[in-house]
């Protein structure tokens, strides 16, 4: 079987099918696996709880979160006694999974295209066609894999954009900062991560709304970010599109399956998709490995997109509510709301909660319920 796509999502399902003993073979169009990072790289507590991640390629805890108006003035600030967020070296996370994948006894081919698949053939730039009878689609946000199966695909988008520079030991206090800013962020938000390492500068919106461009905005935000520290070395740019339409309803077919940004596996509200992908694979492998040994189509039924949906409509709800901010005065005014009790408890409940996507065991998705 083939893996389309060598991003956390490909390399995790295709290290779980290896280990289910199915021939795997994963391909991608990089050469390089550093190449082409569109993540933050932000782990949250429930996803460093639940997976052995590797802890030498995450950087300090983050517990302090501070929620900025346009003003940039009086800030809601949150903290928590745990560590909320870790912040990974992407690089070299793609490269242990990767490790960890052909370990497994998966074949891992850089530099290869997928360029279609018909009659249990796919086509590849860069490589000879190989006979697959299943095909996973990892290949990001707008994925041919899931247009060629006829599956479900992304039509909700946010757009990014990313500044990583590392800063001078002890220079700063790792804090999470969010600014909600029309000007810059429209219908999201502006961000700076520092965890005493490295600082991630970012601006997120939607396309349709960003008329000067998301790079000039990213720029105009990164000169008075709030707790930008004073660069050292190089800077890494980043940026791509965000699918926020949540998970797709159609995610499998006799031919193939979507996971990652291609299942829309990505929160509709805080747009984080590690955890998502990680959880949305170990169901994504353990139903095609059911599949592949059955042949019974009905095990597909159980990677299904509208019981994923169910279990976050509020957030659905909330994505939309945040599209509808289109002012400063509007903005001032959500703020303001989250000063009060209510409030700062939504807020903590987003930032430090642990709802943020439904658990994806096997024995249990086949019978989801809106909770």
Same mark, same amino acid.
């Given at each position: ?7 956390? #999502?490909? !390399? ?25 990072? @569109? ?16 802890? =030498? ?8 979160? !501070?929620?900025?108006?346009?003003? @940039?003035?009086?800030?809601?600030? !949150? ?39 018909? *009659? ?23 994925? @041919? ?17 990313? &500044? ?11 804090? $999470? =900062? ?21 600082? =991630? ?11 000067? *461009?998301?790079?000039? &905005?990213?720029?105009?935000?990164? /000169?008075? #970010? ?22 797709? @309803? ?31 694979? /170990? ?8 599949? &592949?040994?059955? *042949? ?15 279990? $976050? ?18 903005? /001032?005014? #959500?703020?303001? $709301?989250?000063?009060?009790?209510? *409030? ?12 943020? $996507? ?14």
């Amino acid at each position: 079987m083939l893996v389309v796509g060598a991003g956390l #999502a490909g !390399l995790h399902t295709a290290r779980l099918l290896a280990g289910r003993e199915l021939t795997v073979m994963v391909v991608d169009r990089r050469r390089s696996l550093a190449a082409g990072i @569109r993540t933050t790289g932000i782990f949250v507590r429930r996803t460093l709880d639940d997976f052995d991640l590797p802890g =030498h390629l995450l950087g300090p805890g983050v517990r302090d979160v !501070l929620l900025y108006p346009p003003s @940039r003035r009086a800030p809601v600030h !949150l903290a928590s006694d745990r560590d909320e967020y870790r912040v990974a070296d992407m690089a070299a996370v793609y490269e242990h999974a990767h490790r960890a994948a052909e370990a497994a006894g998966v074949q891992v081919l850089l530099g290869v295209r997928y360029d279609g698949t018909a *009659g249990g053939v796919v086509r590849l730039e860069g490589a000879e066609p190989v006979a697959a009878r299943f095909v996973v689609g990892a290949d990001g946000a707008r994925s @041919r894999v899931a247009r060629d199966l006829g599956l479900d695909v992304n039509r909700r988008f946010l757009v990014g954009a990313e &500044l990583v520079h590392p800063i001078a030991s002890g220079t700063t206090s790792p804090a $999470f =900062h969010c600014v909600l800013d029309p000007r810059v962020a429209p219908g999201y938000l502006g961000w700076v991560i520092d965890d005493g390492e490295h600082a =991630h500068v970012g601006v997120a919106g939607h396309p349709e709304a960003m008329r000067s *461009g998301v790079r000039h &905005l990213l720029e105009q935000f990164a /000169e008075t #970010a709030p707790g930008r520290a004073a660069p050292v070395g190089p800077v890494e740019r980043r940026g791509g599109p965000i699918p926020v339409g949540g998970v797709l @309803r159609r995610l499998a077919c006799p031919g193939g399956l979507l996971v990652g940004d291609a299942a829309g596996a990505v929160s509709p509200l805080t747009a984080g998709g590690l955890d998502p992908c990680l959880r949305m694979s /170990e169901l994504a492998a353990a139903v095609t490995a059911d599949y &592949l040994r059955t *042949g019974d189509e009905q095990v597909l039924r159980r990677y299904d997109g509208n019981a994923l949906r169910a279990r $976050f409509r509020g957030r659905l709800l909330l994505r939309r509510l945040s599209t509808g901010i289109r002012s400063v005065a509007a903005a /001032e005014a #959500a703020v303001a $709301f989250l000063r009060t009790g209510a *409030g700062r408890a939504a807020a903590a409940r987003i930032m430090f909660g642990d709802g943020s $996507f439904p658990d994806m065991h096997p024995r249990l998705v086949g019978a989801a319920a809106p909770s």
